[in-house]
């Protein structure tokens, strides 16, 4: 599915129809942000991105369907829970809100039910705006603190 408003393009695909180059494209940004950018050197592929169930967004400018300027993963954990993770955005586009579009496009794809991440602990109250609250303690992942966190069924 594709939406688009503005300057930017919203795709939601699930894993089963990424074309190899829309997989090659989000997973060059979120090891560019992740583990370039934060220097971070930890399994980004974690063997999640083609579940059946998973679900990508990502935003790209009008016309570009093959720029990534920021993308989320969207995963069905076994117990009916959703799990948001890996949202990024280029450093070229931080300021234009992508993050927020993302995620509020994410909690769309969820509806009323449960939703849990790991959210960096400095982006916590990010997320607190969603309506997420820490769930457990802060805890080390790879050299970042990190904080779990829920949204509980609406």
Not at 5 to 29: C, I, K, M, N
């Amino acid at each position: 599915m594709i939406s688009e408003s503005g300057e930017f393009t919203l795709h939601r695909v699930w894993a089963t129809d990424l074309t190899p180059e829309q997989l090659y494209r989000l997973l060059r940004l979120r090891t560019d942000v992740f583990v370039v950018e934060q220097q971070c050197a930890y399994p980004e592929l974690d063997g999640r991105d083609l579940e059946r169930t998973a679900r990508h967004l990502w935003v790209a400018p009008p016309g570009d369907p093959g720029s990534v300027l920021g993308c989320l993963r969207l995963l069905a954990e076994p117990d009916g829970v959703h799990r948001l993770g890996r949202l990024c955005t280029a450093a070229s586009v931080r300021a234009a809100g992508l993050g927020r579009r993302l995620v509020a496009a994410g909690l769309d794809e969820v509806g009323a039910g449960t939703c849990v991440l790991d959210a960096q602990e400095h982006l916590a109250p990010f997320y607190g705006g969603f309506g997420f609250e820490p769930s457990g303690p802060v805890y080390d992942w790879d050299g970042v603190p990190h904080v779990p966190m829920i949204r509980a069924a609406r």
